[in-house]
């Protein structure tokens, strides 16, 4: 298994139309319809989304403007005044779902709980409350580091429903990791817990977050809330830090949505670049309530009988889009896990779909492929009927894990939806209608309805059938980031300078590359930056480089990705030592956790090589190229002419 290349997606042949039986129950029921709605979007995209917004969701007071675009600055629905958490709370009170199941959550232990509707919605409200007392303000911005735990829904609805933004940080980075996220965001307020479960272990989340405010460095932070959920005992600073259910069982219940406006900043969520520190993509509220509602609607094909789970964490875009604020707007049952695939329990994943009878199972193609390598027996000694619809995200699958999910955890009964989209765009870009449009294994298909993908040059035109080139958005859509944290040069520079604008046509330009085929099919083939993708997680190569010269035995190190059965990539480390350092086994060992100290463990290298010297250009840049072909074992292909010294080529390669 590898990661899909050009000949093999070329010669991928085969077609899957969606059931018949799926089609007539959907929202949108055949290739046409889709097509339809996609005409009618790119003729005109503010009306398109106005018509939309109008219907589904539920606005204070209306907009006056739908779209105002100022390149690289958009504002949707701008003037309206909305509030995300009435949309997924308050509003299904009124109906018949005020008893449905809005969350069902399943601890790594085996403890459950389930809530309502009218539950969560009070649960919200009290601690909404606790926030307001202890001066949260409407602006602020509050950090979420938690495990995958109801509480963590909870706490971002209850920011939301106050008009705090909040920063959630994956219970995975290293409090240095966090720390950086709390400085940047300026945040006021930190939500943990004392501890999560992760593959049998607890995770000393509150350590980390005492580590992270040491010694005053994040002079923002007043208060610090905890849950009680492994109950290992930990430290309480007095003054700082409260626990969550004393204050939870104090606080009224009565706490109305504040009316935001719709540009008003709804979260930020840091992400890996190829440049600098990780940025703060920043997502406003109505456009991106408007977004989630309606990719959860149509492609997920959203049912008031479905049992939804998307096993993602909260920590990245996906559980935030896809657990929290896409299906509750929706008024969906959703599933939230604690726990991972580990080796102690490689049936968790299936269990936990018979037990719930899940009918939409959304995952990512490393966890497929980790669950092929652990044998078909586990999901074939499980009921799996309920299911109904599968989804993929995270990275390009490929067509063995595509064609393994569909005969073993579908059945062959159930479409696959491939959904390609990032942090920046907030919701699904490109992706197939499960009821509408033929899969293709290891394609995402089509652009969205109101989403004007295409495949450019550098100049910003079309490339041709099969032809590679850089993945854009060409109009704006509701769910897009709104800028960079802080930083709206780099935001414009990121995203939107790469592929230079002509004549004040601006596109978005993704990071990705891509090719369609001549059925229109996007393919996506992986990033063209210095970004890698080990396991879904997006990584920089140059943040992992600064934590390792970070080291004092570094002098000078450079990062690459490496192709992996598993992990799609794994990261690989060229590094260069200080005078007197000694490159042995113990180095290699002290390296790799001091990375995992600078960032967490997603980012620790598999591979450190020493070297005497790095490839470079006779202008100083690193020759990243080169090294992914000394990585994987590859011949150094292309032009090396520009290399400033070829005996550094030769030395490494003897070397590997
Ligand atoms: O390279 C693409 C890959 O993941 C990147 C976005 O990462 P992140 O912002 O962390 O969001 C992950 C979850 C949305 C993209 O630039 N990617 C995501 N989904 C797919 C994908 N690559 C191919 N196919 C996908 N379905």
Request: net charge negative; glycine share 10%.
């Amino acid at each position: 298994m590898s990661q899909p290349t050009i000949e093999s997606i070329l010669h991928e042949g085969r077609v899957f139309n969606p059931p018949a039986a799926f089609s007539q129950q959907a929202y949108i029921k055949s290739l046409e319809e889709y097509q339809q709605l996609f005409d009618r979007a790119k003729a005109n995209p503010t009306k398109f989304w106005e018509d939309l917004a109008t219907k589904e969701l539920h606005w204070f007071e209306k907009w006056h403007t739908v779209l105002d675009w100022q390149p690289p600055f958009a504002k949707w629905f701008d003037g309206g005044k909305i509030n995300i958490s009435y949309n997924c709370l308050d509003r299904h009170l009124t109906t018949w779902r005020k008893n449905k199941a809005a969350l069902i959550w399943e601890g790594e232990p085996g403890d459950s709980r389930t809530l309502t509707y009218a539950q969560l919605h009070r649960e919200v409200c009290q601690f909404a409350n606790v926030l307001k007392h202890l001066g949260v303000q409407k602006g602020d911005v509050v950090g979420i580091y938690m495990p995958m735990i109801p509480e963590a829904a909870i706490a971002m609805l209850a920011c939301a429903r106050i008009g705090a933004a909040h920063t959630v940080v994956f219970g995975g980075f290293s409090a240095e990791a966090l720390r950086d996220r709390l400085i940047d965001g300026k945040a006021t307020a930190v939500i943990t817990a004392d501890g999560g479960w992760r593959k049998d272990a607890i995770v000393p989340l509150k350590d980390q977050v005492d580590k992270a405010l040491a010694d005053g460095v994040v002079p923002t932070v007043k208060n610090v809330l905890v849950v009680e959920r492994t109950k290992q005992g930990v430290h309480m600073e007095s003054g700082r830090d409260h626990w969550w259910h004393e204050l939870q069982k104090q606080a009224s219940a009565d706490c109305p949505a504040e009316p935001m406006n719709s540009e008003d900043l709804l979260f930020v969520l840091y992400t890996s670049g190829s440049t600098g520190k990780p940025k703060g993509v920043v997502h406003t509220t109505g456009g991106y309530n408007l977004y989630t509602h309606m990719t959860t609607k149509w492609v997920f094909d959203i049912q008031d009988t479905d049992v939804y789970w998307c096993t993602a964490d909260v920590g990245w875009i996906t559980g935030h889009s896809y657990i929290v604020y896409g299906p509750l707007s929706n008024g969906a049952t959703t599933l939230m896990y604690e726990g991972a695939p580990r080796a102690s329990n490689p049936g968790c994943f299936w269990d936990v779909i018979e037990k719930y009878g899940v009918t939409v199972f959304y995952t990512a193609p490393t966890a497929i492929r980790a669950f092929i390598k652990m044998g078909e027996e586990h999901p074939n000694a499980r009921d799996l009927s309920s299911l109904r619809l599968l989804g993929t995200v995270g990275e390009p699958i490929n067509p063995e894990a595509w064609m393994w999910y569909h005969r073993v955890i579908g059945g062959e009964r159930c479409p696959i939806v491939d959904t390609w989209w990032q942090t920046e765009t907030g919701g699904h870009m490109i992706t197939s209608l499960p009821g509408a449009v033929p899969t293709k294994p290891g394609s995402a298909t089509f652009p969205f309805p109101g989403i004007l993908a295409d495949v450019v040059d550098l100049d910003g035109n079309s490339v041709g059938t099969n032809e590679g080139g850089y993945l854009v958005v060409r109009h704006p859509w509701p769910g897009m980031m709104r800028t960079v944290f802080g930083d709206d040069d780099r935001f414009r520079r990121t995203y939107w300078e790469h592929i230079a604008p002509v004549d004040g046509q601006y596109l978005y330009f993704a990071g990705d590359g891509a090719r369609r085929d001549e059925d229109g099919y996007f393919w996506i083939m992986g990033r063209v930056d210095d970004v890698i993708n080990v396991s879904g997680h997006r990584l920089g190569t140059m943040e992992i480089e600064s934590a390792l010269v970070s080291h004092p035995a570094v002098a000078e190190a450079a990062v690459v990705g490496k192709p992996d059965e598993l992990k799609g990539e794994e990261i690989v480390a060229f590094v260069t030592l200080e005078g007197t350092a000694a490159p042995n086994d113990d180095l290699v060992k002290a390296l790799k956790q001091h990375v995992v100290g600078e960032i967490g463990a997603l980012a620790r290298p598999a591979e450190i090589r020493f070297s005497d010297a790095l490839p470079k250009t006779r202008s100083g840049k690193i020759m990243r190229r080169l090294l992914r072909n000394l990585a994987s074992g590859q011949e150094v292909s292309g032009d090396t002419s520009t290399l400033e010294d070829r005996s550094v080529l030769d030395k490494l390669r003897e070397g590997s």
